[in-house]
């Protein structure tokens, strides 16, 4: 058995055909989905404006590495799906951005040791 990975998934997606009823409970939350909202967590963190043009959900997911970023993409988009339907809300298709965090490099530009030219 390999050691998992942690990926870091942000899937995004579009309102489509939302009610009046829909538009004002999303309205009324907006201060609490906005850009300090923005979290990667396993529960997923919504995000989403004033505009309730487009939205975006934050994710950690742990998978194996042999399955790939599309596992992680996949379980993301799943769960992102699970979460609008349960609060029966409209949208588009769904579409993400996969981190993997453990091949992640990390770049120390600026941080040279003694003696550096």
């Known amino acids: 058995m390999s050691t998992q990975h942690t990926y870091r998934v942000i899937v995004r997606g579009t309102?489509?055909?939302?009610?009046?009823p829909d538009r004002e409970r999303?309205?009324?939350e907006v201060d609490a989905h906005g850009l300090t909202a923005m979290r990667f967590t396993e529960e997923g963190s919504?995000?989403?404006?004033a505009?309730?043009?487009?939205?975006?959900?934050?994710?950690?997911?742990?998978?194996?590495p042999e399955d790939g970023d599309e596992m992680a993409a996949a379980l993301a988009e799943d769960r992102a799906e699970t979460a609008l339907r349960d609060r029966g809300l409209p949208h588009g298709e769904l579409r993400s951005t996969v981190t993997d965090m453990d091949t992640m490099k990390v770049n120390y530009?600026?941080?040279?040791?003694p003696g550096a030219a």
């Open 15 to 20: 309102w489509d055909r939302l009610t009046a």
């Open 26 to 28: 999303l309205l009324a």
């Open 46 to 49: 919504l995000a989403y404006d």
């Open 51 to 64: 505009a309730l043009k487009h939205f975006s959900f934050r994710y950690v997911v742990r998978s194996d």
């Open 109 to 113: 530009k600026g941080r040279r040791g």
